[in-house]
Structures are given as C-alpha cells and as structure tokens.
C-alpha cells in the first residue's frame, strides 16, 4: 500500500488541529489535483504521449519563537501517477522547499536555513535568479526550490545590502545528469532613488567563479517601466556540436559516434530587458528581449538541423545530439510577450519566439476563484514552427493541463 495517502491524512489532521490552537503558529494548507496530457512527434525521438495524475499537499507555516524571532517552514508532499507510457511507475516524495530561522534586530535581518534567494526583476529568462532558478513557463510548478544558506540583510530607508553563503544548485544537465550544487559567498547592494530601482551584486561560488550583475527598474508613469537584468559568469558549461575532420568513409560503412558534447568554458553574458504595462483595467503586458551566451551556439542548432536532413541518426548519434538541450535556455536570443489580468478569472497568455531556430512557443492558462479557498485551473502549451525547430525536437506538440486546487 502507498505510503502517501495515509501521510496525507496524518499532515492534514495535526495542520488543522492548529485552527484551533495559537493562531499566529496556524499552517496554511492546500491540496492540489490536475491531470497532464503531452503529445508529440520528434525527429530525434519519436512519437510521445505522456499522461499523468499530479497530487501535491503544500504547508507553509511561520512560528514566533520569541522576541523578533521566527521559524518559517514550507513543504509540498507530492504523487504522480503516469497513466502513459504504458509501464511507468508512480512516484511520490515529500520535499522542502524552505526551512529557515531567522532574528531581526534593529536594522538587521539575520536568517539561516533553506530559503529562496531571487534577485531578479524579468519575467522570460531571470539572470539574477543565481541559486535555485525557477521555470516562470511552466503550466505547474510542483515544489518552489530553495537552497542552505545563512544571510544577514541590512535595510535603510530607500536602500539595502544582502551578505550571504549559500548553495547553488545547476540547471544545466551534463549526459542527462544534474551537475552537483556548490557552495560561496556574495553581497548584494540595492537603491531606490525616486523613480529608479537599481542594483548590484558580486558572488563567488567554488565551482562557478564569480557572478557579477545588475538590474534597473524605471518607472516611466503610473502604468508603464522599464527593466532589465545583467550578468557575468566567469566559468559556465555549455552543450555544442562535435566537428569531427572529414574524410572519405567506405562505400556501406557507417560510424555511429556523438555529435554533441558538454563542455565547460570561461566568461559568458546573460542579458534580459524589456517593458512592463499596466493597465488601468486591470491587465499587465510584458515585452522582453533576451540573451544567453551560455546557451548553445546558433551554429550549433543550425548544424543539427542540417544534418537531420542527411542519413537517419544512429543510436550514439541520436542520444547525444539531444545534449544540445540541457541548458536552462535552448539558444541564444529569444524575445516574449506576456499578457495576464487579475480578477476571479486569471487568463494569461505568453509568446516565445526564437528566431535561430524559428522556434515558437504558445502558451495559454486561466484560472477561476470559485470562492476564496476553492480553485479550478486549465493550462495549454503549443510548440509551433517547423519540425527541426527546438521547441518541436523536444518531443512535444501540444501539452494540457487541468486541476483545481483548495485551501483549508
């Protein structure tokens, strides 16, 4: 028998018995449920289907544990059930995704533990969201990450400083392997001066070097801003193609070798930039130009395109031309629109475009506030542009989502 199901009984009883208990320690509980449909047909890997049933039971909760101090806590207790491809097994965890103490004292916020660190101010690629980045393009998130770390936080009138040690945990998946987290220490400066919001931070991390960036926010008028992200990475892996030297092969001999590697170099810029509208009515338009010279080459995409038009891949081939997409954005320059309202009904809709690969992502969501606990959400993804395009090798054509979700 599961495990997960009688340990979602076990949470749910002792959170709500804190409803009647102190109510500055009560939880805040929330059950989700949705269904995932994915279809696709990729050139490097076939006809896909994937279904499955998502189940997650998340708590936060934030305790005084005496004079200016607190312990914050929050978790996601998780189970998915792949009703496709035949013979997938189920798989369930309970995860943390912050954990931390923290004191305040005077000007000063002291806090260690596992906490979410995102400096960042962009919606498309996020630059300075340096430790544990999150997918703002996924239909669902499952669990928020965080990462250790011990900070103290300093805040003045219209400006503030973060030192900090912490994890960082890698995006990039070297053969399909996560790169293991590392460890370092930073400081990050922030200014508000009138209608301008800027900073700026230096990292060292043990594996990675160091990281130095910036960000402005400029406020035009009431509904209309100005932002962007910079930064500078002194040691980053990347995927590329392999130039193997040509030479004359036997008439019926074929050699099955890898077309793509993973590689580690030194001084890469990540830049996003864009503007932001509101509107009076209520919605919110984001336009941003992006680029990531961590990102595989535009050669290289180009080089796999052309190839895939010549003799059908080998097995070594075709596994490791699919290297070409462990990075945390798949080529270089993309630009995004996105548009979302605020209201009971939450409808959203983004547009990525890469014009290396005239790759082209639509994706469309709403999501309903029955009441103030209770809601149902529906999200669509459609990979568009030809079929040697990125988006459209990944192995999906269309992705639905749809759940509802309750908050005790």
């Known amino acids: ?96 995704s912050e954990a931390y103490w923290s004191i305040d004292e005077g000007n000063w916020s002291f806090s260690a533990g596992k906490r979410k660190r995102d400096f960042d101010v962009n919606y498309g690629l996020r ?29 003045g009138a219209d400006n503030a400083w973060t030192l900090l040690c912490n994890q960082t945990e890698p995006v990039f998946r070297r053969y399909g392997q996560t790169l293991p987290a590392s460890t370092g220490c930073g400081a990050r400066y922030y200014q508000q001066a009138g209608d301008l919001e800027w900073q700026a931070l230096a990292h060292y991390d043990e594996d ?15 509904g209309l801003a100005l932002q962007g992200s910079l930064l500078w990475q002194q040691h980053y892996w990347t995927s590329h193609w392999i130039q193997w030297p040509k030479h004359q092969q036997p008439v019926g001999i074929t050699i099955d070798r890898p077309l793509a590697d993973a590689v580690q170099q030194q001084g890469a810029w990540q830049l996003s930039t864009g503007l932001n509208y509101t509107a009076a009515a209520g919605w919110n338009l984001i336009l941003e130009y992006s680029y990531d010279g961590q990102a595989s080459a535009d050669r290289d995409w180009q080089t796999l395109q052309q190839r895939l038009h010549g003799p059908t891949l080998q097995a070594l081939e075709r596994q490791s031309s699919l290297q070409l997409f462990s ?29 290396a690969v005239t790759g ?39 992705e639905v989502v749809a759940g509802a979700q309750y908050a005790f």
């Open 1 to 96: 028998m599961s495990w997960w199901y009688p340990t979602m009984a076990v949470v749910l009883s002792v959170s709500l018995s804190f409803s009647t208990g102190v109510q500055a320690a009560q939880p805040d509980l929330q059950y989700r449920v949705l269904g995932s449909n994915a279809q696709g047909d990729s050139l490097l890997r076939g006809a896909q289907r994937q279904q499955l049933l998502l189940q997650t039971l998340d708590l936060q909760w934030q305790s005084p544990l005496g004079a200016n101090q607190q312990f914050q806590l929050a978790s996601t207790l998780w189970r998915t059930d792949p009703q496709q491809p035949a013979g997938a097994t189920a798989e369930q965890k309970l995860e943390f």
């Open 127 to 155: 630059p300075l969201d340096l430790f544990s980045p999150t997918d703002t393009l996924a239909l669902y998130t499952v669990v928020a990450p965080g990462v250790w770390q011990a900070a103290a936080d300093w805040f």
């Open 208 to 222: 990675i070097g160091w990281r130095v960036g910036t960000s402005q926010v400029w406020v035009l008028n009431e």
């Open 327 to 355: 990075g945390r954005q798949l080529t270089r320059q993309q630009w995004l629109l996105h548009l979302h309202a605020e209201g009971d009904w939450h409808p959203s809709l983004t547009l990525l475009y890469q014009p």
């Open 360 to 398: 082209l992502l639509i994706s469309g969501a709403v999501s309903y506030s029955v009441s103030d606990q209770f809601k149902i959400n529906l999200g669509i993804k459609h990979f568009a542009g030809p079929a040697n395009s990125s988006f459209r090798l990944l192995g999906k054509k269309h």
